[in-house]
């Protein structure tokens, strides 16, 4: 029987990356990953907030190496919160596919800013489908270097998150690298494109890229894919501690 399209259906004009075939152990939606080892994410760009500068709910564009769609993201949060909260609000990211079906659940609770409250760290929950745990983003408290490990369905840690001391986008590209805990071997990045002035001074809009390994499990890309918003809120959105130019320690 043919359903009706989700409320929060995509637009049907953007060019869709083929749907790969499943496989075991793949939760339904993640299929695309197993053929991709670069992704961006491209905050749309909201006229309402420009005109207001009232925090409205982000919305963003996953797409491939070819410009193809993904995935699209759309951020579940109240009034209240993105304005008076702002990059430190919680939230769950709502990832879909290209009939709108959510496939990824990004699930953030409030923290307080790390560099300020050790004791209260940011932390993201990723969940595919919606309401299964495949891993988690725990920020490490560091006094020179905002560091993040990767950690899988158990709470194991996997990889490890490290960034540089000046997380300004200001004139160039942030980057992320991702490790192996022992911070020796790098194995992707995480990486703020730098816009050009005008989308960097006058607007909230951001493009991350995300680069890991071909072969990587699909669960593990989704990790770090949900590691690239949380990023995002943290470092790069408008109202954070430091906001767009964050020294951190």
């Known amino acids: 029987m043919n359903q009706a399209p ?55 564009e996953v797409r491939n190496r070819l410009g193809e769609m993904v995935y699209f993201a759309r951020e579940d949060s109240n009034w209240f919160m993105r304005n ?28 307080c800013d790390g560099c300020c409250c ?24 560091h006094p020179c270097l905002p560091k993040f490990v990767i950690q899988d369905k158990a709470h194991k840690d996997v990889l490890k998150i490290v960034g540089p001391c000046i997380t300004s986008a200001c004139f160039g590209d942030v980057v992320f690298e991702v490790m192996a805990l022992d911070e020796k071997t790098s194995v992707g990045r995480i990486a703020k494109k730098w816009g050009g002035v005008l989308q960097e001074f006058f607007t909230d809009v951001d493009f991350l890229g995300i680069s890991f390994p071909l072969d990587l499990d699909v669960k593990m890309k989704a ?27």
């Not at 790969?20 to 080892?37: A, I, M, N, R, T």
Request: glycine content about 8%; overall charge negative; proline content about 11%.
């Open 6 to 60: 989700p409320t929060h259906s995509p637009n049907p004009n953007y060019t869709w990356m083929p749907l790969p075939p499943s496989f075991d152990d793949c939760p339904p939606g993640l299929e695309y990953l197993s053929q991709l080892d670069w992704l961006l994410i491209h905050q749309k760009y909201e006229v309402l907030e420009i005109i207001t500068s009232f925090e409205t709910a982000n919305k963003y």
């Open 84 to 111: 008076c909260l702002a990059a430190l609000r919680p939230f769950t990211m709502v990832i879909s596919n290209n009939v709108g079906e959510p496939v990824i659940h990004l699930v953030r609770p409030f923290r």
């Open 118 to 141: 050790p004791c209260c760290l940011q932390e993201l929950e990723i969940q595919a489908p919606p309401g299964l745990p495949i891993g988690y983003i725990q920020q490490l408290w």
């Open 223 to 249: 990790v770090m894919l949900g590691a690239g918003f949380l990023l995002d809120f943290i470092f790069f959105e408008e109202g954070t501690c430091g906001g767009r130019w964050t020294v951190w320690g």
